[in-house]
């Protein structure tokens, strides 16, 4: 069974513009959650999407935002970049509630 | 979620087994133990989860205190390839908010030759 994509693996915006990075589940996950990772900050949670509905929020500011598709494909959005936007985005599926699957994640750099 | 504390850091030999503790006092009793590994700059990797019994599996066994304020992964082996953070996670399951998994600082696994 295929693991969890996230596409681009890499990326370099510049402050003030946005950016958009793609998630793709296991088969039959229905369960998809984002997380930021920096040094300083560690992995943190940011949202997660249950059948295209958000089911659970992290503390980010509302530039932050994401969806999730019928297929259970899920996308996330930042807006407006800043400097301190710059670091891994992890994206994890599951059934439900189970344990998480993550993906190899989206390392953003933000100049 | 109950907070958790882990040491730091860890060493190990090849072959020897990896025995990280982690320490959940207040855990309360629906709340479940997950460990999950990092190994660098890859996404973390589901390891093994239970709730008051041990648990094993093909990677590891956890080991969880009769008072399940405490709990210890075992790494049977360990090899280079176990080299990476390991984080330990309580949470409850199943709610609405089961799905965020709150990570700490974890332990940083050595394996040395």
């Known amino acids: 069974k295929a693991g969890v994509t996230q596409t681009p693996r890499y990326l370099i915006k510049t402050r003030g513009q946005q950016v958009t990075l793609s998630c793709s589940p296991i088969?039959?996950?229905?369960?998809v959650s984002w997380y930021q990772q920096t040094p300083g900050q560690g992995l943190q949670f940011l949202f997660e999407y249950f059948s295209e509905t958000q089911r659970n929020k992290g503390n980010f500011p509302g530039r932050f935002s994401g969806r999730q598709f019928s297929n259970s494909r899920s996308e996330m959005n930042v807006s407006t970049l800043e400097l301190g936007d710059s670091a891994l985005y992890l994206c994890?599926?599951?059934?439900?509630?189970?344990?998480?699957?993550f993906g190899p994640g989206t390392r953003l750099t933000v100049t | 979620d109950a907070k958790t504390t882990q040491p730091t850091s860890m060493d190990c030999a090849e072959g020897r087994a990896a025995n990280l503790p982690c320490n959940h006092s207040t855990i309360s009793g629906n709340e479940y133990v997950y460990w999950y590994r990092q190994i660098h700059s890859q996404g973390p990797q589901y390891i093994i989860h239970?709730?008051?019994n041990n648990e094993t599996n093909e990677m590891a066994s956890l080991i969880i205190t009769e008072d399940r304020k405490s709990s210890t992964l075992i790494l049977p082996h360990a090899t280079l390839r176990d080299t990476a953070v390991y984080y330990c996670i309580v949470r409850v399951v199943p709610t609405g908010t089961a799905s965020k998994l709150t990570f700490g600082t974890g332990t940083r696994l050595q394996v040395t030759l």
């Open positions: 088969s039959g996950h229905r369960s």
């Open positions: 994890a599926s599951s059934l439900d509630w189970g344990e998480q699957y």
């Open positions: 239970g709730l008051k």
